[in-house]
């Protein structure tokens, strides 16, 4: 009976020492590819490492890896604690794989595994599902050409073949499809007109997919019929947009209309980055707007708008309108919907380029001391923009002949709403020209504040104030002093002036 007992605790021992024993646990400790995406399945290895000496036939008979659903057939290589496992054919690209191991496999000790080892990877570029993002004709919408195309705006490029497999028209209707726009827009064109008056259902499977074989998440259904449309466009407004997107509607001039009163209308307040919006009543071709509109007394008008079917068309001006300026928008008779229904009126806008931010700087008049040492009373004298010969006092007493007097001049200019010359535009564009050499001056800098006098000039308290710093050395001789600023002086707003500013005095 001792015998029997003892010989049994030693089968028991036997079949459990290996877990009684151990002092780690049997597991993959690295593997390979890793999870995530491999753009190159070509380059994939597949392998496993253990932290014991594994039992190979029994790694090798627990060992799956499938690729979308499907196992894949290999050969094993082994390298002490390390497999390989190298398929049969190489992995394929847009598939999603499964590496696994039971937990029955185990060492060369008969340690089994406590948990059982699976990772994923994928060849796969993304897991976006495609989305119909919109589609031409709209749901229940009525179009009047029989020759429409379908068009249909995916998120992300799709392939051809899948349109022909996954799209459907309800009654059937044979076509080409074609792809724009980097494979994202789908264009159906019926190779025969399409029925009058008839509804047509367009359906889209499920199983439609982009380029990565990821398939469209929910079934798509839309109906339209085909019939007559005709009824004329018409311009329902039209609008000056600003740089803010400020919308103003433009006055419409009815004085040429029968039983119209004789006045001209006029819309005023147009800024310089304005830009013109043409609303229609429905979908219009934007090369039938572009023709039919003229622009009379400004040039370089731009259509913003892209090209095809839309009801708003925008308009901007690469040569900006010259202040003060009248043109006028004028759009001829022609504009056409998709049916070729065309506009029967002439509409005429007259605009005056007269906004409150474009005006360009214009020099007011400037001011100069006589006495520029005497900190006292320098004797200021002050000479406006149209002061055309008069006398401008300087004399030996206070500016020596052919001796350097620091000195100043102050120009005071008017300026759009909230704007203020550019400094370094003035001092380039600053000059004083004279006949008989009377006197010359040398510009040392500018200032645009704590100027020599803190005081403006009395009435020029709302004008834009500069005072440009120098030398003036005058002569003996007597002529014309002209003070000039050449064409081009520019404020802070981008306004410019395009005429040369000047001031003419006589010594």
């Known amino acids: 009976m001792n015998k029997l007992y003892i010989f049994l605790l030693f089968i028991i021992f036997s079949f459990n020492s290996c877990d009684i024993l ?92 406590d948990i059982a080892f699976e990772r994923n990877f994928t060849t796969r570029a993304g897991s976006e599902r495609p989305v119909l993002v919109s589609h031409y004709p709209l749901n229940y919408e009525t179009i009047s050409d029989p020759r429409s195309e379908i068009r249909l705006q995916f998120s992300i490029p799709i392939p ?23 494979g994202k827009l789908a264009i159906f064109t019926p190779s025969e007109p399409w029925s009058l008056n008839k509804r047509y259902e367009i359906r889209i499977s499920t199983s439609l997919t982009d380029n990565n074989e990821m398939n469209i998440r929910n079934d798509f ?143 007011v008049g400037i001011r100069i001391p006589m006495a520029p040492e005497n900190q006292t009373d320098p004797e200021l004298a002050c000479f406006e923009a149209d002061s055309l010969f008069e006398i401008i ?42 006949s008989n050499n009377v006197l010359t001056f040398s510009p040392r800098r500018i200032k645009t504040n704590n100027f020599s006098i803190p005081e403006k000039q009395t009435g020029w308290e709302e004008y834009d104030r500069l005072e440009i710093a120098g030398t003036l050395t005058n002569s003996i001789y007597f002529g014309v002093v002209n003070f000039q600023i050449a064409a081009g002086l520019k404020d802070n707003l981008g306004n410019k002036n395009e005429k040369m500013l000047s001031i003419s005095l006589i010594k």
């Open 22 to 113: 151990r002092t780690s646990e049997f597991e993959v400790v690295s593997w390979s590819p890793g999870e995530g995406y491999h753009p190159e399945p070509e380059k994939i290895i597949v392998s496993l490492s253990f932290s014991h000496n594994p039992d190979r036939s029994s790694i090798e008979r627990r060992f799956s890896l499938t690729g979308d659903g499907g196992r894949i057939k290999g050969v094993f290589i082994w390298e002490n604690k390390k497999v390989t496992f190298s398929p049969l054919t190489p992995l394929e690209k847009n598939s999603n794989f499964t590496l696994s191991l039971s937990v029955d496999a185990n060492d060369t000790d008969g340690l089994s595994m």
């Open 393 to 434: 006092p300087i004399t030996d007493e206070n500016y020596p002949s052919d001796k350097k007097t620091e000195t100043w001049i102050e120009l005071y200019f008017e300026t759009a709403e909230g704007a203020s010359i550019d400094p370094f535009s003035l001092m380039e564009l600053f000059r004083i020209e004279t």
């Open 160 to 182: 051809l073949n899948t349109l022909y497999d996954n799209v459907y028209f309800n009654p059937s209707m044979i076509g080409l499809w074609s792809l724009e726009n980097s």
């Open 221 to 363: 259904t839309s109906v339209f019929t085909v019939g007559m449309d005709n009824e004329a466009p018409t311009l329902l407004n039209a609008n000056r947009i600003t740089k803010n997107n400020e919308i103003f509607s433009l006055e419409l001039d009815t004085s040429g209309y029968i039983g119209a009163v004789e006045l001209l209308t006029e819309t005023q307040g147009w800024e310089k980055d304005d830009r013109l919006s043409l609303v229609f009543s429905e979908p219009v071709d934007a090369l039938s707007v572009k023709n039919c509109l003229n622009v009379e007394n400004a040039s370089g008008h731009v259509m913003e708008t892209t090209v095809g079917y839309q009801t708003e068309f925008i308009f901007y001006f690469e040569t900006i309108p010259t202040y003060e300026n009248r043109f006028v928008f004028r759009l001829k008779p022609g504009v056409k919907d998709k049916a070729g229904n065309e506009t029967k009126n002439e509409y005429i806008y007259r605009i005056f380029a007269n906004g409150e931010f474009s005006k360009p700087p214009a020099l």
